[in-house]
């Protein structure tokens, strides 16, 4: 069954770096999410991205936040300056369509360490 | 603004108990129904949905869940649990037809023994 591959599995970054977060999609899929779920509480929605656009973001995803399609098969969110807030699981999905009655496919998540 | 609420954190079984698991909603609008379920060290994977229709639906692994309008519900159901069902369960909602946004619930993490 395809997957979504999320790379790498922990990262660990000092406060104030930059880092990037790498999603491989399942490859027929169109549509690409970014969700993050901090240690004890809920999974909360960052973005969503169709066709090289953000077509939904949340509040969470400020001018520190940014996403990339840099290729044919990879989808990357990029954090300029890590805080220590930014501690948390990292959960990339993808989708055939759009909409609110589609089906996302999760990866199994990078889990973001920040000192 | 929309939320989920699931009021079980942390249920513990027996193997061929029954299971119930609590998920609420707030919106009052159309709304999409998922349970996905992580077992440990894995990615989320979705249990069942309900868009429309019978609002009674049935998912992998034996899972049911019965969506109720009036009570904006959506509790799963399994008759009798087995050990390998240890996970942890989310309720997600989307609102309507036009927006991706999954809205979790906190999840409830199901243990259970054999």
């Known amino acids: 069954e395809p997957e979504v591959t999320q790379t790498p599995s922990h990262q660990v970054t000092q406060m104030g770096q930059e880092v990037i977060l790498r999603c491989v999609p399942i490859?027929?899929?169109?549509?690409f999410y970014w969700y993050r779920q901090i240690l004890g509480q809920k999974v909360e929605f960052l973005v969503s991205?169709?066709?090289?656009?953000?077509?939904?973001k949340s509040e969470i995803f400020d001018d520190q936040f940014s996403v990339e399609r840099p290729d044919g098969s990879n989808f990357t969110l990029k954090i300029r300056s890590t805080k220590l807030e930014d501690s948390a699981m990292y959960f990339c999905?993808?989708?055939?369509?759009?909409?609110?009655?589609?089906?996302?496919?999760f990866g199994a998540g990078t889990r973001l360490s920040v000192l | 603004a929309q939320s989920v609420s699931q009021h079980n954190h942390h249920v513990i079984l027996s193997e061929a108990a029954s299971l119930e698991l609590g998920c609420n909603y707030s919106?009052?609008?159309?709304?999409?129904l998922f349970w996905y379920v992580q077992y440990p060290g894995q990615h989320l994977q979705l249990l069942l949905k309900?868009?429309?229709?019978?609002?009674l639906v049935k998912g992998i692994k034996g899972f049911e869940a019965e969506f109720i309008k009036s009570k904006f519900s959506f509790n799963l159901r399994k008759p009798s649990v087995q050990w390998s069902d240890t996970a942890e369960y989310f309720c997600?909602?989307?609102?309507?037809?036009?927006?991706?946004?999954?809205?979790f619930g906190t999840g409830t993490r199901l243990q259970v023994f054999p």
């Open positions: 999905a993808s989708s055939v369509r759009g909409g609110g009655q589609n089906i996302q496919y």
């Open positions: 490859s027929n899929h169109l549509y």
């Open positions: 991205f169709y066709n090289n656009e953000i077509s939904e």
């Open positions: 919106y009052g609008g159309t709304v999409n």
């Open positions: 309900y868009f429309s229709g019978d609002p």
């Open positions: 997600a909602v989307t609102a309507g037809y036009n927006t991706d946004k999954l809205i």
